[in-house]
């Protein structure tokens, strides 16, 4: 899916056009734009013109050697780059499930227990209080850890929700990457955002693609407000939006919040 937004540094904006006009800062901001959808600015500059909705000026051309902003096309291969990188991380986990989804343990690390000293020959003791007996050590093919209601051994319960709270710290990144915001990691944030990860069938690269489609639907309208954690993964609208990820973004549809 195309990344419909890319960051924007204000401070090396305001710095590498503080010499143009307002228009030549117009023109600049809608051919980045264009460049951004359709990878570069067309060779006619009539059609580059009219893209900009005035006559471009030499500052602003120089901009776009070859019909290209550079650091236009940086910005792209971070985000790949990043999608690459989540998208990996997201399949480890798949198959990470897949692996330890069977209830059945291996076997730990037998222990080391002090052999008992050897008796002559035994014989019940004398004194009624309960006294100690040999540890007895089940054979390493038979020894098992102990294993909680759930199925799951703890270590392993631990490890995937270590795992849910690093996966929502990524994705709270790739919304504020997205949308332009600036939402931080407190526990209210990632919380809600570990319980979606928990629910059934839903996953990390699945969430990404929800992101990207709401912003695709509301960036730029009045339902922008809403592309916020407690919005997109408060539990009464997150399987509405999940379940939609895959759909195409309709000119109709931009702007609905429901």
Same mark, same amino acid.
Request: proline letters at 9%.
């Given at each position: 899916m195309k %990344?419909? %937004?890319?960051?924007?540094? %204000? $401070?090396d904006f305001i710095g590498g056009t503080v010499c143009f006009t307002a228009e030549d800062v117009g023109a600049y901001?809608?051919? +980045?734009?264009?460049?951004? *959808?359709? *990878? %570069? +600015?067309?060779a006619k500059k009539e059609l580059v013109n009219r893209i900009a909705g005035c006559v471009v000026s030499d500052d602003v051309m120089a901009k776009f050697p070859q019909g290209i902003n550079p650091r236009m096309e940086?910005?792209?291969e971070k985000q790949r780059i990043y999608r690459e990188q989540q998208s990996n991380k997201g399949k480890a986990s798949a198959e990470a499930r897949r692996n330890h989804g069977s209830t059945a343990v291996q076997p730990?690390?037998?222990p080391e227990v002090n052999s008992p000293s050897p008796s002559p020959?035994?014989?019940p003791s004398p004194s009624p209080s309960p006294s100690p007996s040999p540890i007895s050590v089940p054979d390493s093919d038979s020894f098992k850890p102990e294993i909680p209601a759930t199925g799951q051994a703890p270590h392993d319960a631990q490890r995937k929700k270590v795992l849910r709270r690093e996966n929502a710290k990524m994705l709270l990144d790739f919304l504020n990457e997205t949308a332009g915001r600036s939402f931080r990691a407190t526990d209210t944030n990632l919380d809600l955002i570990v319980a979606r990860l928990s629910e059934p069938d839903v996953t990390p690269e699945g969430c990404e693609g929800m992101i990207e489609r709401q912003v695709a639907l509301w960036k730029g309208t009045e339902t922008e407000e809403y592309l916020q954690p407690s919005t +997109?993964? *408060?539990k009464q609208k997150f399987g509405g939006y999940y379940d939609k990820? $895959? +759909?195409?973004?309709k000119l109709e549809t931009k702007g609905n919040c429901l």
């Amino acid at each position: 899916m195309k %990344a419909p %937004a890319f960051q924007f540094y %204000a $401070d090396d904006f305001i710095g590498g056009t503080v010499c143009f006009t307002a228009e030549d800062v117009g023109a600049y901001m809608r051919l +980045l734009c264009f460049q951004w *959808g359709n *990878g %570069a +600015l067309p060779a006619k500059k009539e059609l580059v013109n009219r893209i900009a909705g005035c006559v471009v000026s030499d500052d602003v051309m120089a901009k776009f050697p070859q019909g290209i902003n550079p650091r236009m096309e940086k910005e792209r291969e971070k985000q790949r780059i990043y999608r690459e990188q989540q998208s990996n991380k997201g399949k480890a986990s798949a198959e990470a499930r897949r692996n330890h989804g069977s209830t059945a343990v291996q076997p730990s690390r037998q222990p080391e227990v002090n052999s008992p000293s050897p008796s002559p020959s035994p014989s019940p003791s004398p004194s009624p209080s309960p006294s100690p007996s040999p540890i007895s050590v089940p054979d390493s093919d038979s020894f098992k850890p102990e294993i909680p209601a759930t199925g799951q051994a703890p270590h392993d319960a631990q490890r995937k929700k270590v795992l849910r709270r690093e996966n929502a710290k990524m994705l709270l990144d790739f919304l504020n990457e997205t949308a332009g915001r600036s939402f931080r990691a407190t526990d209210t944030n990632l919380d809600l955002i570990v319980a979606r990860l928990s629910e059934p069938d839903v996953t990390p690269e699945g969430c990404e693609g929800m992101i990207e489609r709401q912003v695709a639907l509301w960036k730029g309208t009045e339902t922008e407000e809403y592309l916020q954690p407690s919005t +997109l993964f *408060g539990k009464q609208k997150f399987g509405g939006y999940y379940d939609k990820r $895959d +759909l195409p973004v309709k000119l109709e549809t931009k702007g609905n919040c429901l």
